[in-house]
């Protein structure tokens, strides 16, 4: 008799493990499968996957009963490469193996289905199959846009023109010739081929600078793999650029061929997209970072475009890195992966430079067209000029002449709302989030200050809630009081925002871009929404209100988001035959991730930045592990992150001094009713197993002991020390 070591579907830490079951009549169960056991004193059924299998009992469970596996559903299962993957990102993240499998469970839920009974003539009923009545705004068609477009006053008749577009889009053989690539291109596709060809898993870094074509690369490399009878997953890192990606596979692929997942499907869309891919019914899997575990079973290339992106990082459990992840599904199924970016992460240029990646380059723009022209305008002068606008004599002309040659230009911020935060003059009082203990953000258009951290809300009122006095007043610059601004200042032009604000609503966002790609918007107003990855061929000029403002964030990665940030979105301008012009706004302009950034000098950045990270042993020369500790008493939460010092240093011998940093109280000290304390721990290459096996003990320890009255959270590498 075969035997089954199954994975719970429970919460609980304590049940983290493997339990035996026969396989009953399944004998031709297999790992992955999604079965239902009996469990518990009750015996009561619950859901679980297989992880392993067995030809024999285990020696510890011999004389002892062995219940057998209840239910399979082969529908729901697993492809085998993620088991092996889940195992992985258990020990990786420090999660429960059953929150790994649930990256790669169905999201979303089927259409309800209903049977009515239909009396015919002669008596004899018909069973009818009813299933849930569709959004007017959803096709029966996949939908092949990031999420259903804007929702105007006039419903019925968008419905109906949605329809016609969606099915336009999903006629299969729908094409478009592929455009003859540079020569640049050329070597950077006949360099993956060889890999794709040999199912050999290898990992290629494309650094090409922006408007170098890096696009068509992917399109061919996924040409080719498709031709080899294997599939192709393309993740990009904002849900916003989803919308422009998806076009260019449907155009090249046909509609059929491609399935869309991220997180603004409706429900329903989201588990049709899976199961399609599950069913082999496509070849290609587009979407943010979820669609790194997309359920295909022969995965031949996986392309993370804008690989250096710090969405791409998970901030709930699992805490998961999609490139790590991207990188271990490639391993277990013998596929390549294809890094690309304009300013690759200094971890990813490191890790190219050791040999662990293969470095392919675009040093050219796809049309020849030389990199934008970068103008520093040193803020400090115009406050000395007089100048208290938030735009510099440069920007103000710039603008003015981008508009009257017909073009469109892009202004950047990368804060949303109003303020940065709302206080009293009389007596100082700022206005916190009582949960987090952080500045609220004052939202105009509502009149209310938000928690950007946990979205608290409040009305601001009218007097200091402190000392009485009229006269709050607002500090600080977000894009909201940026576009208008730009619409005083350039009355003739037409301005809107684009922010996670005013994209909340399914296809808000797009109808944005859809009308800044038409010329209908002068000047597009943004966050890092519109830094990167977008195509528009009327832009000119691009502003960059404050291009220190990342800098000032307390995180080791701030030079390098900022350098990142600037190229990223000066790339936006001049895509076609007119060089584009960049203003770079600072009152630091000699920091030297801005000067490389103004130089097009990744070179030169990477070069200095890896010698900073070297001396203060930061990755890529280590991992950066942090550890909360939170509880509702907030010496439990310190005393908490102490015991875990100390019991590492205990079972690591790692040095305190050297390796351990705190603990302290979290700069957002407070989420929801608990108080947080964090411990960094910076693990070396050569130590990181030992401190993996030290934390695991001591998280497995803590969080299943009921008489802890604190528990701990792990986050290796997070994307923010917030």
Known sequence: MKYADVVIDTKSDNVDNFFTYGVGAFADVFVGARVK??????????????????????????GKRILNIAEVDEALSLPADAIEVCGWMRARYYCRFIEAAQCFAPAGKPRKRETNSE??????????????????????????????????????????EAKQSIAAFSKSDIRTPAPPLTQEQKRAVAAVLPALEAKRAEIFLLHGVTGSGKTEVYLAAAEKTLALGRKAIMLVPEISLTHQTVQRFVERFGRARVAILHSKLTQIERYEEWMRIKNGEVDIAVGARSAVFAPFSDIGLIVVDEEHETTYKSDMSPKYDTVEVAVKRAAAAGASVLLGSATPSVVSSYRAEQGLYKKLLLTKRYNTTPLPLLIVADMRDELFKGNKSIFSEELYRSVNETLAGGKQAMLFLNRRGWSSFVSCPSCGYVMKCERCNISLTYHKAENRAVCHYCGLSRMVPDTCPSCGKPGLRFFGLGTEQVEALAKEAFPQASVARLDADNARKRGSGEKILTAFGAGRIDILVGTQMIAKGLDFAGVALVGIVAADISLNIPDFKSPERTFQLITQVAGRAGRREERGRVVVQTYIPENYAIEAAVDHDYEGFYRSELFFRQTLLYPPFSDVVQITSFSADEGKSREGAERVRDGLCAISGLLMAEHILGPRPAPIAMAGSDFRYHLYVKAETKKRRRLERALAQLKQKINTDPAVDYRIIIDVNPYSLM
């Open 37 to 62: 056991v009996p469990f518990g004193k009750g015996a009561a059924r619950m859901q679980g996957y297989v992880f392993a299998l067995r030809g024999e009992m285990p020696p510890e469970l011999k």
């Open 119 to 160: 009396t015919k003539g002669d008596g004899s009923s018909v069973l009818q199959s009813k299933t849930d009545e569709p959004s007017p705004f959803v096709s029966d068609e996949p939908s092949p846009f990031v999420s259903s477009p804007f929702v105007p006053e006039n419903a019925a008749v968008f419905a109906s």
